[in-house]
């Protein structure tokens, strides 16, 4: 007799487990809800917000396709942002959403309703790992009667197996490399041309890096590859005899020490309107994760842009 | 009786003439004309265009003008000097606005000697004033925005004035005014380009208007 | 006995004792009792700082300007009352008083006073990644009175224990007799224990557990502090299991355990009643091979859950996927092998439960001897109408020590005498370690605590980063880490134990006992010490992470639940900064535990006092360096 209860007890435990976790998680809890739950997900391995569900399992080897979230004019939504590693952030300027701080393992709910229709830009805005500059999609509110429109999801391409670093003594090309591989690019644009939108900055889109030469006075050719030849050579730029062969030179190196200064120690987006949200891409400070050798390096890359056959009248 | 009255009236009209014609000697005249601009492509949009043309004459013989007691004003906004180009006499004040949403700073590079000068670092609504006493050509930079660009000529004479090249017709007009009569020499100061042919000399009449044509083109042309 | 003799003997002893502690602390002073200024730049990555140790000294005051090489890390200095919250690529860094609870404050540096000696720690406060709970530095005040103290005792506990044992003029003591019969002593008690449902009632939510920890290991956030599946089982029932169900519970965990539930039930089809042929049935299942009848395959497995246990106890579905495979394991071993064959030689968790019971103050015996070598049925261990022959296939009539006895109570039930009990005895009462499997799972142990104590407690990021295979996947320094694991619990511990065992004989002068012999039977000195190192680890989990526990008891999943309403406490350490008045504690009790039953069995092993005591002193030297090396590790 006992024997068959214990039985029953034993079965009822198997099933009930399972049944209430998926029952409560799948059916309970959406209910409570009155209007549609988007739950996105932080994923910093793989710099992506996704709208999969991500568990214990697939987080080590799936790849979250970066999410495009649809929306139809005028309706009310429920986000739930979870992270499935480290703290993000998400923020949507242009929505007015966010900046919303993903703290792992807790759920942060944010009610939305979409007023205007149109393609908007959502960022981390927390760094949160290699991927994090690429770790942005698209929210799409399509007005009722019209297809939604697709664009296509911003992937990162930083883990290309191409990727090899070079040595040091090939700073032009060691900041190449870093310009890709730790996400300026993101922001600075490829080959440093810049017209990457920030919402609500002052001058519109990221400074572009291609004219940086000029802006450290070394609109010479000669002058610049007289400093890139300094570069390459000293160790460090503090304190050098004074080079007879670079025109200006202790502007030059003002100049340049204020450039050094300002990717070492970050600066804040100055917004056009102030009453306005913060722009969304900010300059970080980057003094703790590379040393002066591989910022030089980097601004020896934005030197080697300048365009050589540029006389000047045509770009500003 | 008749011949007293005739000679006083000569001697009046003789003193008048000779009080009239001193008179007319002063009375200020101008230079004006169009600037064209030859075998090139100027941009004149945007935060640092290539659009203002500084015209100045220069006296033969060297005079005192004082400078003016006005200050002349250049602003900071959305991250740039307004304006980009500014001619100022020696001696006059300039103040330096903030009205952006950032701090800002002010540095100088005189272009001549190459030395500079920082004015210092002062946050929205604040100002600084600053004395040109040398004459020159001062770039006017930013240390916390190096985009930031600007040109402040420093001129000896107060007979300047800025054009703006039109992008349509690729020329400027300007007219110099208050000019006293006498021989000037004529230049055009560009950013980039040069004066075709070099300065000028120009000669200005008492109340009349000198009509100089210059023409700026790219260095290599300039000869 | 309270002869003066007695009396000043062990007055002696402990003055001793606190004379050391109290020499170590105050000679040598490290000099100026500082008023400076102390200016550090502490960098925070995945997953150490850098610097990760800071030394002030009192009254100094402390400047900390703080930064982040990749991810948002916390920075919590235990004892400080300050929390932070540093975000990469910013040069400021948020600040809040912990006390107040209040917002988090943008600023340049932390600012304050060395008021207190002793060793806190900074961790990390903002989840960071898979190795988040173990990151941590620490911050030295000198003179660091707690570390000083413990050296102090370590060296005081064995001058006071040599003292001790030559000035012990009484036979050769036996560890200790008395036994109260918690049978007769609480009727409620022996009720409980005889009923046929009595192990079904523990195991049905022990197996009820084990489902929700391995659906939420595989469906669950794949952040582990926030998963049930790792902060139920390394946190909570870790901490459990050693601190409490061992030394006062013995293998009452083995009654517990969920693992054989399927097994057993598939071997005996039944949950609960006693077959009618539970003497006959076990003909149709295998013995499990003589060779492999002790507990060498264990401790192997052991060492394998060890080497990968970083990744192991911060990923969820790597517990999760361990368990199913232990469930899975030990239900087809049981289809072909009799009674609890994967409980006894192959369930890696049984390994250190058997050497460690010996410790334990409860037992399951016989009540008269006698009457046992008179019984004609034997139902205690081949089965009866009242109960199974006992899983463990032990004897119960002559069971000597708690080692595999897994306190299912079958045998209190089977008896037809009813002379099966439950007994309350003494700490560490067996002392005998008969095999010498156990003497090296003895030694295993306590290296496995050291290396993890290393690993998981201590600051150095790259020994992290070594363990943490998945994710660094730093080859060369994870075949170093296993290599240190493997190579330190199997040759170069037991070395050193081998030559101090060969010196003691050499001591002792007695060639008539062999190495072996010593090695064996003194390794039981490794066994209150490396339960109370074990404990010594432990407290300090459950102490920094407790609040992990009442949050996943409300979210389980990492789904967002809210069952109890604790699901969004905030990380809050319980008192860390006290951690080292707990281990310390604890470790010098392991050590006068030690020592006193070694020296029982060194009297048992010599007839002459002096050469028993001599034959132990290498071996003792050898656990009180141990216990300093712990306390190095936890206090200074």
């Not at chain 1, 429920?78 to 300027?93: C, E, K, N, T």
């Not at chain 3, 490290?30 to 009254?59: C, H, L, M, T, W």
Request: include cysteine.
């Amino acid at each position: 007799m006992k024997e068959k209860w214990a039985v029953i007890c034993v079965l009822f435990v198997l099933l009930a487990v399972p049944l209430m976790v998926f029952y409560y998680q799948g059916i309970y809890r959406p209910s409570r809800y009155n209007v549609k739950v988007i739950t996105i997900t932080g994923v910093g391995s793989r710099g992506t917000w996704t709208l999969k569900t991500v568990n214990g399992l697939n987080y080590w080897w799936e790849s979250f396709a970066p999410a495009t979230i649809h929306l139809r004019l005028d309706e009310a939504v429920v986000f739930r942002f979870l992270s499935a590693d480290v703290f993000h952030q998400f923020y949507v300027p242009e929505l007015g959403i966010g900046p919303v701080n993903v703290d792992p393992g807790y759920v942060r709910e944010v009610r939305f309703k979409a007023t205007k229709a149109g393609i908007f830009h959502y960022y981390c805005t927390s760094m949160c790992g290699g991927c994090h500059f690429y770790m942005q999609g698209w929210i799409v509110i399509t007005p009722p009667g019209e297809k939604p429109a697709e664009p296509r999801p911003i992937s990162c391409s930083l883990c290309l197996p191409a990727f090899e670093r070079p040595s040091e003594a090939e700073a032009v090309a060691l900041g190449e490399y870093l310009y890709q591989s730790m996400g300026c690019v993101t922001c600075h644009g490829l080959e440093g041309r810049g017209g990457v939108h920030n919402y609500n900055y002052i001058k519109g889109t990221v400074p572009a890096h291609r004219r940086t030469a000029a802006k450290i006075f070394l609109t010479d050719e000669e002058d610049r590859q007289a400093f890139l030849e300094l570069i390459r050579n000293r160790a460090d730029l503090v304190n050098p005899e004074e080079p007879t062969d670079i025109s200006r030179y202790r502007l030059v190196m003002s100049r340049f020490e204020a450039a050094v200064e300002l990717i070492e120690n970050g600066k804040n987006a100055v917004p056009l309107d102030l009453a306005g949200p913060e722009p969304p891409l900010q300059m970080p400070a980057w003094k703790h994760k590379l040393n002066h050798r591989q910022i030089y390096a980097i601004m020896a890359y934005f030197i080697s842009l300048f365009p050589t056959e540029d006389d000047g009248l045509t770009e500003g | 009786m008749k011949n007293f009255v005739f000679r006083l009236m000569m001697v009046a009209a003789a003193w008048g003439l000779a009080v009239s014609v001193p008179a007319q000697q002063n009375v200020p005249g101008a230079v004006s004309g169009v600037i064209r601009v030859e075998r090139a492509c100027v941009k004149t949009g945007g935060a640092k265009s290539y659009k203002d043309v500084v015209v100045h004459l220069k006296p033969l013989t060297p005079g005192l003008y004082p400078p003016p007691a006005e200050h002349a004003v250049m602003d900071q906004q959305g991250l740039v000097f307004i304006p980009h180009v500014m001619a100022v006499q020696k001696g006059t004040t300039v103040d330096f606005l903030n009205s952006d949403h950032d701090r800002h700073n002010v540095y100088f590079l005189y272009d001549d000697t190459g030395d500079t000068l920082d004015i210092g670092t002062w946050g929205p609504g604040q100002k600084v004033s600053h004395i040109f006493d040398k004459t020159g050509l001062v770039i006017t930079l930013c240390q916390l925005h190096l985009e930031m660009a600007a040109y402040i000529l420093v001129l000896e004479y107060p007979f300047f004035r800025v054009g703006e090249i039109d992008a349509e017709t690729l020329s400027a007009t300007y007219e110099i005014r208050g000019v006293p009569a006498g021989n000037y020499v004529l230049e055009a100061w560009h950013k980039k380009l040069k004066m075709k042919g070099g300065a000028v000399e120009v000669s200005v009449a008492a109340g009349e208007t000198t009509r100089m044509d210059i023409t700026i083109t790219r260095a290599k042309y300039a000869k | 006995m309270l002869s003066v003799r007695n009396v000043t003997r062990w007055t002696a002893a402990i003055f001793i004792v606190l004379a050391s502690a109290a020499i170590f602390s105050l000679v040598p002073d490290s000099g100026q009792a500082g008023e400076a200024v102390r200016r550090f730049d502490i960098k925070a990555n995945q997953y150490a700082y850098d610097p990760s140790r800071i030394v002030v000294n009192r009254g100094d005051e402390v400047h900390i300007r703080l930064a982040s090489r990749d991810v948002v890390h916390g920075f919590f200095m235990e004892g400080h009352d300050m929390d932070a919250f540093i975000y990469p690529g910013r040069l400021l860094f948020n600040l809040r008083r912990t006390s107040l609870d209040a917002a988090y404050v943008p600023v340049e540096e932390l600012v304050f006073r060395a008021e207190r000696s002793g060793k806190y720690r900074y961790r990390c406060s903002v989840t960071c990644g898979t190795l988040h709970p173990f990151m941590q530095g620490e911050m030295i005040v000198e003179p660091n009175y707690p570390y000083r103290a413990g050296m102090g005792a370590s060296i005081g506990i064995l001058l006071a224990g040599l003292l001790l044992m030559f000035t012990d003029s009484r036979e050769p003591p036996l560890p200790g007799r008395g036994r109260l019969d918690l049978i007769r002593a609480v009727p409620a008690l022996g009720w409980l224990l005889r009923r046929r449902w009595f192990q079904f009632a523990f195991m049905l939510p022990g197996m009820a557990f084990l489902l929700l920890f391995i659906i939420a290991g595989f469906w669950g956030s794949p952040i582990g502090n926030r998963n049930i599946v790792i902060t139920f089982v390394w946190i909570l029932w870790w901490f459990l299991l050693i601190t409490v169900l061992l030394p006062f519970g013995s293998r009452i965990w083995c009654m517990a355990c969920p693992f054989p539930f399927f097994g057993e039930w598939i071997q005996r089809k039944r949950l609960i009643s006693v077959r009618a042929d539970a003497r006959t049935m076990w003909k149709k299942f295998r013995k499990w091979p003589a060779q492999l009848s002790n507990i060498w395959l264990q401790n192997l497995l052991f060492l394998g859950l060890c080497t990968i246990s970083a990744v192991l106890v911060t990923r969820p579905v790597t517990t999760a996927a361990v368990l199913l495979g232990l469930v899975l394991v030990a239900t087809a071993i049981a289809a072909v092998y009799r009674h609890r064959t994967f409980c006894n030689f192959l369930c890696p968790v049984s390994g250190f439960l058997s050497l460690y019971s010996m410790v334990a103050v409860v037992e399951v015996r016989p009540r008269d001897a006698a009457a046992c070598r008179d019984c004609r049925s034997k139902s205690c261990m081949a089965g009866g109408e009242a109960g199974w022959g006992c899983p463990w296939t032990l004897n119960p009539g002559r069971l000597e020590r708690n080692n595999y006895c897994g306190m299912c109570m079958e045998c209190v039930k089977a008896c037809p005498n009813d002379n099966m009990t439950l007994n309350l005895r003494p700490f560490c009462a067996d002392v005998d370690i008969k095999g010498t499997d156990e003497a090296w799972k003895a030694l295993i142990m306590v290296s496995v605590a050291l290396v993890y104590s290393v690993t998981l407690l201590g600051t150095w990021g790259t020994v992290k980063s070594w363990a943490n295979i998945s994710e660094v996947g730093d080859w060369a320094g994870f075949l170093i880490y296993a290599g240190i694991i493997w190579i330190g619990s199997l040759a170069v511990f037991p070395g050193i134990w081998a030559l101090a065992c060969g010196l003691g004989r050499h001591l002792a002068g007695s060639p008539r006992i062999a190495v072996k012999t010593l090695f064996r039977r003194y390794a039981y000195l490794l066994v209150p010490l490396g339960l109370t190192a074990w404990v010594a680890f432990s407290v300090p989990l459950m102490m920094v992470n407790w609040s992990y526990i009442q949050a996943t008891a409300s979210d389980p999943m990492g789904w967002g639940w809210n069952l109890l309403g604790t699901a969004d406490l905030a990380w809050k350490p319980l008192w860390p900064e006290y951690m080292v008045y707990v281990q310390l504690p604890m470790l010098l009790i392991g050590l006068v535990f030690s020592l006193m039953r070694g020296y029982a069995i060194a009297c048992s092993l010599w007839r002459n006092r002096r050469s028993a005591i001599l034959s132990l002193l290498p071996p003792a030297v050898v656990c009180t360096a141990i216990v300093m090396s712990f306390v190095t590790l936890f206090a200074g």
